[in-house]
């Protein structure tokens, strides 16, 4: 596409780079955007820089927060005994949809896959086993996707708890073929509450 | 029975519908017309992918997005649909399997076609794809079980490459080692058991084909017939470190087929491989009815080209004793109306 403005293509090829968005719709948000009041576009670019230059990880979980602790650690009414390890935000977003879980969450930060180049020491297993430590945690629920690397990884953290403390895993069957974010509300909530153990999941080999 | 067949921007195909009434159908028309390419639609109505092309974008229609194939199979409608996303969608009377290896066996098919030669000229993959195509049809769980021991492997030889920068974790090297020979160890069961039983078949078809008395073999060749596979790996550990990737496994299986004791690869005439491809594959087709209880539909890739006619009339011999659906395609009509002359259930389709 061939604009008679540099700005407009610049800003265009912005827009493009998000996921999903073509040059089309690109040039449609440009467009809609030129017709704005100025204070407007610099409330709305603002927002998108204040969000980036301002978001922080909650020191305890890794969920994403405006301060140190994110709103969920923040809660005192939350169970804090129990502590639900997912791969990424999208997940703790997921879950807190269904409002059927009440304990804390810890994100990982991915998954155990060596082609990928990630490896244990790449996630924030460590800040996990400490923290399971040094609090009253009585139950780890483990909701990583049903994949083999979310299983390697499970396995891998199964190895590193104090084995007394009871960990679970989703049912299975949920979020077939796809990851835990595309699960509908209720399938998603059904299976947190019927979570099993997770030897159920992981074979113990030793 | 498959009676009606439909593609739309399926390979060379914009759209074409087929009605077939007869359990022998024959498709005769010049190369490069699109013959070979409603052989293998069937073939992707069985098993959700293509014989001839490894990845799906290659069955659509050139500069279409998307494609449609639908079968009517006795009185259930099977449509395979990808969507303009890329999106592969599987349905049986219009409700949509959530797995594909639910599907895959219901209608099971033997397609023979001028390459399969390679599965016994060619290198060990060809025969590995061979008996997986087999196995996968039979056991719903075997193609689950590849998929995961294939991934496995993939993530054991990236750790073994990653150590040559950095210690690798133990406790998932562990884990590795432990589901590769969990899977592999039942994956080998499953190739074993099932090439003891394919053997005494394709005796009996290839006499049958051949009209001599030659003897024929096929032995599974294993490195896990030499111990469990979880001792193999601790003994070739340290090789593994230092090639970087995972020397022992059913990944290295290979299958040996030979004629009166000699390899086949390399002993045999171009008869006589031929013979005995025939004969694998019809050990195929009769494994597969036996224990499915359901007369695969047999898929005969212009296989008279360069046949001796003795070879073609023993052939078309055993073609009709089947009893079961057949499609050929062939270049020459005259060679298919010779073949089938005398029979009366065939049906001739010119393709252009
Ligand atoms: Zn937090």
């Known amino acids: ?206 | 029975m498959l009676s009606k067949l439909f593609l739309y921007h399926f390979k060379n195909y914009t759209e074409a519908s087929f009605d077939f009434s007869q359990p022998i159908c024959c498709f005769y028309g010049p190369n490069g017309a699109g013959k070979t390419n409603i052989l293998d639609a069937i073939y992707y109505l069985s098993f959700t992918k293509s014989y001839f092309s490894s990845f799906d974008h290659q069955v659509i229609q050139k500069d279409q997005k998307g494609m449609y194939t639908k079968g009517i199979f006795d009185k259930t409608q099977i449509d395979c649909i990808i969507r303009e996303n890329g999106k592969k969608e599987v349905s049986a009377n219009g409700k949509q399997y959530e797995r594909y290896a639910n599907h895959i066996g219901k209608y099971p098919a033997v397609i023979i076609a001028p390459d399969d030669i390679d599965l016994i000229n060619g290198y060990s993959d060809t025969r590995r794809r061979f008996i997986d195509i087999l196995l996968c049809q039979l056991k719903p769980t075997y193609l689950s079980h590849l998929v995961d021991y294939n991934k496995y492997l993939a993530q054991r030889n990236a750790l073994l490459k990653s150590s040559k920068s950095k210690a690798i974790d133990s406790v998932v090297h562990n884990h590795y080692k432990t589901e590769l020979c969990r899977l592999g160890t039942l994956i080998y069961q499953e190739r074993k058991e099932i090439i003891e039983e394919l053997t005494p078949l394709a005796q009996k078809f290839y006499s049958q084909i051949a009209n001599n008395k030659e003897k024929i073999s096929i032995s599974y060749k294993s490195q896990l017939s030499e111990g469990a596979m979880h001792d193999l790996l601790d003994q070739v550990q340290e090789k593994d470190f230092a090639t970087m990737r995972t020397n022992v496994g059913i990944h290295k299986d290979d299958l040996q087929f030979e004629i009166n004791s000699y390899q086949a690869k390399n002993h045999s005439s171009q008869g006589q491989k031929k013979s005995f491809l025939f004969a694998i594959k019809f050990a195929e087709f009769a494994l597969l009815k036996k224990d499915l209880g359901n007369s695969p539909i047999l898929l005969l890739d212009d296989i008279f080209e360069k046949l001796d006619v003795e070879r073609s009339q023993h052939l078309v011999n055993l073609i009709t004793e089947l009893d079961t659906q057949v499609f050929i395609t062939d270049t020459h009509k005259g060679r298919l109306t010779n073949a089938f002359e005398g029979h009366n259930n065939v049906q001739f389709e010119s393709i252009k």
């Open chain 1, 1 to 206: 596409m061939n604009f008679s403005s540099k700005l407009i293509t610049d800003a265009v090829d912005a827009f493009s780079q998000l996921p999903g968005i073509g040059k089309k719709s690109a040039l449609r948000m440009v467009l809609h955007l030129l017709k704005q009041e100025e204070n407007m576009v610099s409330q709305f670019t603002n927002s998108i820089q204040d969000m980036r230059m301002n978001i922080k990880f909650c020191n305890e979980c890794f969920n994403v927060s405006d301060h140190d602790l994110c709103g969920i650690c923040v809660q005192s009414s939350r169970r804090a005994s129990s502590i639900c390890l997912v791969e990424s935000i999208r997940e703790v977003i997921a879950i807190e949809s269904t409002q059927q879980y009440n304990g804390l969450y810890h994100v990982l930060g991915g998954l155990i896959s060596p082609l990928d180049g990630i490896g244990p020491s790449d996630l924030r297993i460590n800040e996990l086993v400490k923290r399971v430590e040094e609090n009253d945690t009585q139950e780890l629920i483990v909701a990583l996707s049903p994949t083999l690397e979310g299983d390697t990884t499970t396995y891998y953290i199964s190895k590193q708890i104090d084995p007394t403390i009871k960990i679970t895993t989703l049912s299975r069957g949920v979020a077939f073929g796809g990851e835990l974010e595309y699960a509908d509300e209720m399938t998603l909530a059904k299976s947190l509450e019927n979570r099993v153990p997770i030897t159920q999941v992981v074979k113990n080999d030793d």
